[in-house]
Structure formats: C-alpha cells, structure tokens
C-alpha cells in the first residue's frame, strides 16, 4: 500500500507561514489525487485541500481559502500545502493520502490504518 511522509510542521506565531510537504513512502509514475486534513486537538479530522493529477485542479475547505496553496512537484511526487496568514485555529495535525479530489475529502471514508504519522503545526504567540 502506498503511503505519505508528513513534514514541515513546527511552532509558529499567528500571521506567519508554514509551508508542508507529502512525499510517497516510494517513487511511482502513477500520479494520483493527494488531500490534506487536519485535526485539531479534541475535534474531528477534516478535510483542508486537495489536488487532482489530470488537470491540476484544487479544492479548499472554506475556512483556508485564500490562505492555503497546494501545489505539486513537476515530477509528481511531492505535493505541497503553503499556509499563509496562519491562525491559532490551524493548529493541529495535518495528514495527506491518497484521496479523491474533491469527492474524497470526507475523513470518515478511510479507514484507521491510512493515516501516517502527520505533522504538528502549532500557531500560538
């Protein structure tokens, strides 16, 4: 089963930036659709933004609009999440898989064991 490596997480103050990576557990010509989500401290895990492997296309939750950025690697194999004007209310951690773009992003559609280890973004003064 393919997996992703999280990073780039760390302590942040709010206004500031992270900029996070996936990388696949192992290289694959075979490009995919990647989501983010997240999960805050006592919440639920949810969808944050996805990027579809034909056209390039994206989706946002509502509350990182405008904020957030996912792009891809020109050789597939990294996505990337820019997080821009960060909030205490992003602090959590953030996990990437395999994922429909944007029909996939529902947490609760995957199973326990597709989650990595994720990276913890903490945005606090």
Do not use: H
Not at 32 to 40: E, H, L, M, S
Not at 78 to 87: E, R
């Amino acid at each position: 089963q393919l997996r992703f490596v999280e990073s780039g997480g760390g302590l942040v103050q709010p206004g500031g930036s992270l900029r996070l990576s996936c990388a696949a557990s192992e290289w694959t010509s075979d490009f995919y659709a990647i989501g983010w989500f997240r999960q805050a401290p006592g919440k639920e895990r949810e969808g944050v933004s996805c990027i579809s492997p034909s056209d390039g296309s994206t989706w946002y939750a509502d509350s990182v609009k405008a904020r957030f950025t996912i792009s891809r690697a020109n050789a597939g194999d990294t996505v990337y999440l820019q997080m821009n004007s960060l909030k205490p209310e992003d602090t959590a951690v953030y996990y990437c898989i395999r994922a429909g773009c944007p029909e996939g992003m529902t947490a609760s559609l995957f199973d326990s064991t597709v989650w990595g280890q994720g990276t913890l973004v903490t945005v606090s003064s």
